[in-house]
Structures are given as structure tokens and as C-alpha cells.
């Protein structure tokens, strides 16, 4: 898969997108993540990429110019998704990064300044994505953000991990059940004792009940788009759950 980032800062990006996971999937050629400067498409001699807002107002709105022909420059596939981040977007899903990771191509927009002029979004992005309900300096560290979701979704990205993303928070439309490893006792704490009995189907419905648990104590909003058993509904009838 290719990603596309354009933003006014590209030193931002090879350090987070170097390290862990996401390097390694760009050296085995999983992913190829392409940065590029705005600053490349503007259109005077001190690469402005800004201007102040028609109708008056403190701030400075990024000008369409150089945004459209960055991505006219990247000549993308009929139907290729370009996505500005923008805190006046959909909140960015665990839904989204499995739709966007099957694209072949995907851009990404970071607005910068007081916003971004209408236009961008009316012509040329194909959506807005918010990765929550606060306001970044830019939209960077939101960029930096859905390409990590995205390219541990790729096949291969996580190796050996691949059935985790089974039991991904969010995947299951649950939160994820407590995890312990080695030592079994740490400070009087010790490891619930069906994970040590060797029990994997005790050990499978211990996890899904501790799922079940922590989303209705954390998250009980989720619970209306899960999938749930009859079993499951049973469980979280017995922890105070009431359905609607
Ligand atoms: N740019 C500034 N704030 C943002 C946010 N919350 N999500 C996406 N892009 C942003």
C-alpha cells in the first residue's frame, strides 16, 4: 500500500514513522509511505502556503493553490481516498483504519493555521477525519496517527501478532481483556488462576467475561454496536447491564 502525507512539515515524520512496526512494514516493502512539502507547490519565492481570511478575523487559512496541485502532481487512482484531518471531521474508527488499509493508495491532508479553505474539502478531499474531540497545532500528529492504525492492519505487518488483531480493542467491538505475563506473583498481586490451568476454553470465557466486564465499566457505549452472544447478554444481565 501506498500513503501519501502532504504537509508544510515533513521533518515531523521520519522518526514515528521509522521505529516499531511501521518501519519494519516499510522495509519489507509492506507499505510505502511518501511525505511531501507543501511548500513544493506554492506559488512565490517565500513558499507561502497561507493567506488571511476573506470576511476579516485573527488567523491565517491555508490557500487551496498548493494543496490541489500537490495532489493533482501525485496522479492518484480514479476513486482514491484523500482525507483531511481536521478537528471538524468524523471521529476516526477502528472501522475507518480497516476500510482505508484495503485501498491500494491513500492520501493525507494536514491543515495547518486557522483552517483550511473550503474548497480543499468541497473539491477535492474525499473526507474528513477527526482522531478526537480536542484541537491539535495541525493535522500531523493526526496524519501520523491513521497511518499507524492503518499499516498494522496489513497483512504480514505484525508477524507472529497476526491473531491479535483478533482480540484488538475495538476489533470485537470490545475492549480488550486483561493481560498478564511472568512474574505469576508481583507485589501481592498474583495472576488470576484460570490463565495458569491450561484450560483454554475456561481461559477463552474468563477473557470474553472480562471483555464483557471492563467495556460495560469503561465503555459502556460500545455495547450497543457489539456483537454479543446470548451467552454474552447473559453475563452482562448478571453485571448490572440493562439493555437500552
Ligand atoms: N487537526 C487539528 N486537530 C485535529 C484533530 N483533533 N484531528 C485531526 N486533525 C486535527
Redesign the pocket.
Known amino acids: 500500500m501506498r500513503l501519501h502525507i502532504v504537509t508544510i512539515f515533513p521533518e515531523m515524520f521520519p522518526a514515528p514513522l521509522g521505529a516499531g512496526i511501521v518501519g519494519r512494514a516499510q522495509e519489507a516493502g509492506l507499505a510505502a509511505v511518501h511525505v511531501h512539502d507543501l511548500r513544493d507547490f506554492a506559488h512565490d519565492r517565500r513558499r507561502t502556503t497561507d493567506d488571511s481570511p476573506f470576511g476579516g478575523g485573527p488567523g491565517m487559512v491555508m490557500r487551496p493553490e498548493p494543496l490541489y496541485e500537490a495532489v493533482e502532481s501525485l496522479q492518484l487512482p480514479e476513486g482514491s481516498p484523500v482525507v483531511a484531518?481536521?478537528?471538524q471531521?468524523a471521529p476516526?474508527r477502528q472501522a475507518d483504519a480497516e476500510r482505508l488499509a484495503a485501498e491500494p493508495v491513500v492520501t493525507l491532508l494536514c491543515?495547518r493555521y486557522d483552517g483550511v479553505d473550503e474548497r480543499v474539502v468541497a473539491g477535492l478531499a474525499t473526507e474528513r477525519?477527526?482522531?478526537?474531540?480536542?484541537?491539535?497545532?495541525?493535522?500531523e500528529l493526526?496524519a501520523m496517527v491513521v497511518v499507524d492504525a492503518v499499516v498494522r492492519l496489513l497483512p504480514g505487518a505484525l508477524g507472529h501478532a497476526e491473531e491479535a488483531i483478533a482480540d484488538d480493542s475495538f476489533t470485537s467491538g470490545l475492549l480488550q481483556y486483561p493481560q498478564y505475563t511472568r512474574p505469576a506473583d508481583y507485589r501481592g498481586m498474583s495472576v488470576p488462576e484460570v490463565l495458569l490451568s491450561g484450560d483454554h476454553a475456561a481461559i477463552d470465557r474468563w477473557r470474553r467475561n472480562q471483555a464483557l466486564r471492563r467495556t460495560l465499566e469503561l465503555r459502556p457505549d460500545l455495547l450497543a454496536q457489539a456483537t454479543l452472544s446470548d451467552e454474552d447478554r447473559k453475563e452482562l444481565r448478571r453485571l448490572g447491564w440493562s439493555e437500552n
Open positions: 484531518l481536521t478537528p471531521g476516526f491543515g477525519l477527526s482522531i478526537g474531540d480536542y484541537v491539535l497545532t495541525g493535522g493526526a
